[in-house]
Nanobody, 129 residues
Framework: EVQLVESGGALMQAGGSLRLSCAAS????????IGWFRQAPGKEREGVSC????????YYGDSVKGRFFISSDNAKNTVYLQMNRLKPEDTAVYYC??????????????????????WGQGTQVTVSS
């Protein structure tokens, strides 16, 4: 059974740093793409970042580029989202999601939430000004 579990959400001050974790079970990261999405109250789900397990390509949304960084530890089957210089507008529930092969992702498709097959339950990040 495929399972994704996010952790690390917290209440933060603007300008701070936080690292989220996405622990996966039931599959190996080597062939999967893992994405981070977020959703704030009253807003649509937004693609934050993605890492392609096949070639370690990474992608970032415009609003987080240069501040957030995605990485994976395949030995631990865990993907991390390092979030720096946090802003109040980063406040949201953050979800990780996995795409099952053979579907692949690229710079124009990684933000398509409907392409992802498995989702975690989410973790809340709140940034105060």
């Amino acid at each position: 059974e495929v399972q994704l579990v996010e952790s690390g959400g917290a209440l933060m001050q603007a300008g701070g740093s936080l690292r989220l974790s996405c622990a996966a079970s039931g599959f190996s990261f080597d062939d999967y793409a893992i994405g981070w999405f977020r959703q704030a109250p009253g807003k649509e789900r937004e693609g934050v970042s993605c890492i392609d397990g096949k070639n370690n390509s990474t992608y970032y949304g415009d609003s987080v580029k240069g501040r957030f960084f995605i990485s994976s530890d395949n030995a631990k089957n865990t993907v991390y989202l390092q979030m720096n210089r946090l802003k109040p507008e980063d406040t949201a529930v953050y979800y990780c999601a996995a795409i099952v092969p053979p579907v692949s992702i690229g710079p124009l498709t990684w933000q398509r939430s409907w392409e992802y097959d498995y989702w975690g339950q989410g973790t809340q990040v709140t940034v105060s000004s």
